[in-house]
């Protein structure tokens, strides 16, 4: 009976598949688009759930415990998309390839590769909005600090100006204006986002705190609570003192324009900050107090961890990316409710 589910199962995948793409196809063939990306888009997609069927019956049934060897599905996401990269090097002008390779990588976590794709896009179509804030969310991703900063924030802007409803470009304006800690611009631009979200939704609940947090944090009055039972304002936040010098022996290496970086990060979790503060390194030696305020992403701040790294970085780039000649030290883990001065000495090249 199972087996016969599964080939039940696949013929139906199959059909939808066939309903779905066939009037793709039909169209790309009539704009003189090469047969072979519709081969490699129906590959992936047969992939996709055969890999996850295949995984399904090698590790999630008993009978896996039997050492029955399965049979490998003829083609894996891997190899379809080894053939897809093959393809867009001898047609680097397929959006349609293009826009496969960067959603397919995307979901697979391969952002940087998915950056590159969406950038090819972009060149392709420098006005459709899709690329642009793809290419913003995989860059986002792909850095360890996940700042929208610079290009990643242009292409935002110029993608909420061609498409005011886009939700995902104002949603990810508004993290990039809260992470350069422009408060009141992020309560405005997730207020424009408000009115495209279906009222009581989880999603619509979640920006409207947002919202009152940003507001909190712009010195304006909070938006109303998503709920009676939202939590209560903080009362006691962390507030770490951290005083950092830079060792003698390191001087000779200190440039004219570098940045200081004063950070604090989870003791276990991604490598964002849950503080950073940005300074003119030629102040050193500074004292710097840390606090959610200075937090990169809304409810990632000093009071989501019991305990925290604290570290200094000069940059050379002027990137919060630590990059090689970078100068740094670090105070090693600390508990968020010290109150004693913290001491951070950059005697560090990073390699």
């Not at 860059?139 to 700042?147: E, I, L, T």
């Amino acid at each position: 009976m199972k087996i016969l589910f599964y080939i039940i199962a696949a013929i139906m995948i199959a059909a939808s598949l066939l309903l779905l793409l066939w009037p793709l196809m039909r169209h790309g063939r009539a704009q003189g688009r090469p047969r072979g990306i519709f081969v490699l888009a129906l590959g992936i997609a047969f992939a996709l759930p055969l890999a996850a069927a295949g995984l399904y019956l090698t590790v999630g049934t008993p009978q896996a415990l039997d050492g029955v060897a399965k049979q490998a599905p003829a083609m894996d996401v891997n190899q379809a998309l080894a053939q897809l990269r093959a393809h867009l090097k001898e047609a680097p002008d397929d959006s349609q390839g293009w826009m496969l390779l960067a959603q397919t990588t995307a979901t697979l976590g391969q952002n940087a590769e998915a950056r590159d794709a969406y950038g090819q896009l972009l060149r392709l179509l420098p006005n459709d909005p899709l690329p642009m804030v793809g290419w913003a969310e995989a860059d986002s991703m792909a850095r360890p600090d996940h700042r929208i900063e610079g290009r990643a924030r242009e292409l935002l802007q110029q993608a909420v100006k061609l498409a005011p409803d886009n939700q995902r470009a104002l949603w990810l304006l508004g993290i990039s204006d809260f992470q350069l800690a422009h408060y009141a611009e992020a309560a405005a631009t997730w207020r424009q986002l408000q009115p495209l979200l279906t009222p009581g939704s989880s999603v619509a609940k979640a920006v409207a705190q947002q919202i009152a947090v940003a507001d909190a944090r712009a010195g304006g009055a909070p938006a109303p609570a998503a709920s009676s039972t939202a939590p209560a304002a903080k009362t006691d936040a962390p507030k770490l003192t951290v005083q950092v010098s830079l060792a003698p022996a390191l001087r000779d290496k200190l440039r004219r324009g570098d940045t200081l970086f004063v950070y604090a990060r989870a003791e276990q979790g991604p490598p964002m900050p849950l503080a950073v503060a940005r300074l003119d390194a030629g102040k050193l030696p500074t004292t710097v107090e840390l606090t959610d305020a200075m937090a990169m992403a809304p409810s990632v701040d000093l009071s989501s961890a019991s305990s925290v790294v604290v570290g200094a970085r000069i940059s050379h780039s002027g990137q919060a990316i630590g990059r090689a000649g970078d100068l740094e030290g670090s105070a090693g883990v600390v508990p968020t409710a010290r109150k004693e001065p913290i001491a951070v000495v950059i005697d560090k090249v990073h390699p």
